[in-house]
């Protein structure tokens, strides 16, 4: 089974608009992180923000914002007054503190629309 | 404060040659991890060190590929013999164990391309 899933291959965002990226996991360990990260066309990976499974208040860094709902395994990355910048691969991953195994989904391309 | 650094950025080999990249982690940092990225198969783990020592190299795809950490700051990725389907992005990523997050930040990578 796959121990991310990201289900939009792509999405398509007004400039201005906030958007959301799916992202579902699949963990039997009760203490794990979540990340996502961004890869913009010039190839680098960025790490955006992170969730820790214990964390009750959902993490926002600027304008981002991580949609934790913990009983669903779901994961979302909420883009706030997305910017053509933005325009990139978007990466949710996931650490297992067991084991410290770290997994990537198959990430989603976001395109911002002028 | 200086990130990841990888070299080379690009490599263009022949097949059947020995390819070695090479990575410098973020000072500090005591955990190392390789990825290899493709269209193909997306990104994946190849192997990753804690404190200089691989902890896990199930992804590896096959005896052809090495990983060294002989220090703190400093690890190789070697494929020898190369093969055309190895041609890839490879990314070093490093990050610091004890904090809680763990997070991993990436250097630039190097493209392989194996002809």
């Known amino acids: 089974a796959q121990k991310i899933t990201q289900t939009q291959p792509g999405m398509f965002v007004q400039e201005k608009e906030a958007v959301t990226l799916d992202c579902t996991y699949d963990?039997?360990?009760?203490?794990?992180?979540l990340f996502w990260y961004k890869q913009p066309s010039s190839g680098e990976m960025i790490f955006l923000i992170y969730q820790g499974s214990y964390d009750e208040q959902n993490a926002t860094e600027g304008r981002y914002s991580l949609n934790f709902q913990k009983a669903r395994k779901s994961a979302n990355l909420v883009i706030s007054a997305s910017q053509l910048g933005d325009s990139a691969m978007y990466f949710c991953?996931?650490?297992?503190?067991?084991?410290?195994?770290?997994?990537f989904g198959t990430g989603t391309s976001l395109t911002v629309i002028p | 404060d200086a990130g990841v650094i990888q070299s080379p950025r690009h490599e263009v080999t022949e097949m059947g040659q020995e390819v070695t990249l090479r990575c410098k982690p973020i000072s500090g940092h005591n955990s190392l991890f390789w990825y290899r990225q493709t269209m193909m198969r997306g990104l994946e783990l190849l192997i990753y060190f804690n404190n200089n020592v691989p902890i896990d190299d199930s992804g590896m795809p096959e005896d052809r590929f090495s990983a060294k950490m002989p220090n703190a700051s400093f690890s190789t990725l070697k494929i020898q013999p190369s093969e055309p389907r190895d041609s890839a992005v490879y990314f070093c990523a490093s990050s610091l164990r004890q904090i809680r997050s763990y997070e991993q930040y990436f250097g630039p990578g190097t493209r392989l391309t194996v002809t």
């Open positions: 991953a996931m650490r297992e503190n067991t084991g410290n195994q770290f997994y």
């Open positions: 963990t039997s360990d009760q203490s794990y992180g």
